[in-house]
């Protein structure tokens, strides 16, 4: 919403921290360029193999529409995972399409006529499972806090300041979740908790690209044929009610793109109207796939671009908000540089 | 996320509340039917009179896209809402263009040339404009504790229930926002203050659908000839660092499912990606316009739908979030019936 000119220039500016000589204001880099100076260290790379890349039909101009998908690691919902590995082996999804799409919600795709034949050896998975116990999550901890300090002395955090700005050694965003008592971050996925302790039971949350299970009703869990991914503001009521598979991390517009649906749900009335996916396989069986990698997050430059997106004050912002959801602080996933 | 068939059985089994013969089990209803149960005085009449009316261009098949805006009411905003009335009285968004579409993010229009002369008597919006004193909050909030406390024996809010569930007379998710110290809704709109007493400075907040004005860097506030629509998950870091000015109460999918920009930022880098806009009028300049309701803020349903938001207990759901943010309690607006 900032005139286009003006942005432009700005940012173009900034990339090198320029103290203004007129003021001697701080000058902040934005959550960006604290993502673009991040070590290569701080990145972790994505395996092929935890990948389930979409291809749909060519849209109207015949181009290509490729979304790519990261699926979510131990512990969370290893179960749904395991038979979407086994759906996308058998090709399953081929010849399936997207057949709902509801203006700020979700995105949803599988076989339209539900007849179509799941491969054998899917399992069925507890609704237990929607959440899950992090064992390793305390020594995490203790390593971020150490991580924490070392922040204070580093090089991205601190951009030639003239009055030091406090932070709180846990940003008050973390507890003033509306959904959870407490919302954090783990293995690069935001998740939350109901309890106030680390061993407690954690879920993964329902933010802007997460990909999930359709299912019936209770007990039914689904088996990860019928997928969705979300298109609009967190649905957050849905954690814990549903499971959460992965999160769309190239291609994301070619879903939240396409003409809403005009059926009950979103769903498409005509069958006209559903695009085909053409092929859905496993990133290691993709040839010229690039690799991903993601900001970790339990590295200082991660930390110090989660304190940036809660505290705006690069310079088009007058009032940092002083906090952020967990789906305002998306974990940052790029193409790694060849 | 549910499968299709099972939803719209159980959608439509619902409509009556049928306490389940077998185990007795409560049946609540949902907040879609709690809002199709309100009462016609619990709503609120839009006058056309606040909705700005905007026709882009037809779409690729001919067929017309209307996007209404309802704009926002005192205290707040309200020298760029007159700003706006200005520019549509003199007709200058026409032949304007949507300019920029980023994914989970914005939709942007207005001249893309800038260079397109403003109409004169546009006033310069001071930023302490972002936030508003609400003078009447206290004596709404009291009525309100009044209603909060009726509805335990109205008929909205009880369903046949077997078991007594217990709310909070105020839910905590009131309390439990990041990005303020408190959230709320005023005469049908979502608020935030970053104080503890009715007293406070409120402003509304960056939610799905919000319309607000582009501008440069601050002291500059914008016209309102810059204007976004909110297209992701909630920027709520735009709070009071920009001006709200309204919010799409439909069409909203015209704008949401547009390509998105391959430019910086999603703007568009030619010219004929760019949408026209036909024109854009206030809503009683418009012949056909149909009238538009809200439900009142401050009704027992809205309290009920809102309760019924943070506490999803319909069959689909087993764990009920007991919160929800702000924005995941979209005010309802419907068009008028006849």
Redesign the interface.
């Known amino acids: 919403?900032?005139?286009?000119?003006?942005?432009?220039t700005?940012?173009a500016a900034l990339a090198t921290f320029p103290l203004a000589a007129q003021d001697a204001k701080p000058v902040f880099p934005s959550p960006p360029e604290i993502v673009a100076k991040a070590k290569a260290e701080e990145w972790t790379a994505i395996a092929p193999s935890d990948l389930l890349v979409m291809d749909l039909a060519p849209d109207?101009k015949g181009k290509a529409r490729r979304v790519v998908i990261q699926l979510i690691p131990p512990p969370f919902s290893q179960g749904w995972v395991g038979n979407i590995r086994k759906l996308a082996a058998a090709k399953w999804w081929d010849g399936t399409s997207i057949?709902?799409?509801q203006?700020?919600y979700?995105v949803?795709w599988g076989d339209a006529t539900?007849k179509k034949v799941l491969p054998e050896g899917l399992v069925t998975v507890s609704?237990a499972a929607?959440a899950s116990s992090l064992f390793e999550w305390q020594n995490e901890n203790a390593k971020r806090d150490k991580e924490r300090q070392d922040k204070q002395a580093s090089e991205v955090s601190t951009p030639p300041i003239v009055k030091k700005v406090e932070l709180e050694p846990y940003p008050?965003?973390h507890s003033?979740?509306?959904?959870?008592s407490w919302v954090d971050f783990y293995r690069g996925w935001p998740i939350a908790t109901a309890g106030y302790s680390w061993e407690q039971i954690w879920w993964p949350t329902h933010?802007?690209?997460m990909v999930?299970?359709?299912?019936?009703?209770?007990p039914d869990t689904g088996t990860g044929a019928?997928l969705?991914a979300v298109i609009?503001?967190?649905?957050?009521?849905?954690?814990?009610?549903?499971a959460l598979v992965g999160r769309v991390i190239e291609g994301?517009?070619h879903l939240?793109?396409?003409?809403?649906g005009t059926g009950?749900?979103g769903?498409y009335e005509k069958e006209e109207e559903r695009v085909q996916i053409n092929s859905a396989r496993l990133g290691d069986e993709i040839a010229d796939l690039p690799a991903f990698e993601y900001l970790s997050t339990d590295s200082a430059s991660f930390a110090a671009y989660a304190d940036a997106?809660?505290n705006?004050r690069d310079?088009?912002?007058?009032?940092?908000?002083?906090?952020?959801?967990i789906?305002?602080i998306?974990v940052p996933v790029r193409r790694k540089a060849k």
């Open positions: 919403m900032i005139k286009k000119l003006t942005l432009i700005c940012a109207a057949n709902r799409v203006d700020n979700v949803q539900e609704e929607y008050a965003w003033r979740d509306p959904f959870a933010c802007y690209g999930g299970v359709g299912r019936n009703l209770s019928e969705y609009g503001h967190a649905p957050r009521h849905l954690d814990r009610n549903i994301l517009e939240s793109s396409l003409p809403r009950p749900l769903f997106r809660a705006r310079p088009f912002f007058i009032t940092p908000a002083g906090g952020a959801d789906c305002n998306p």
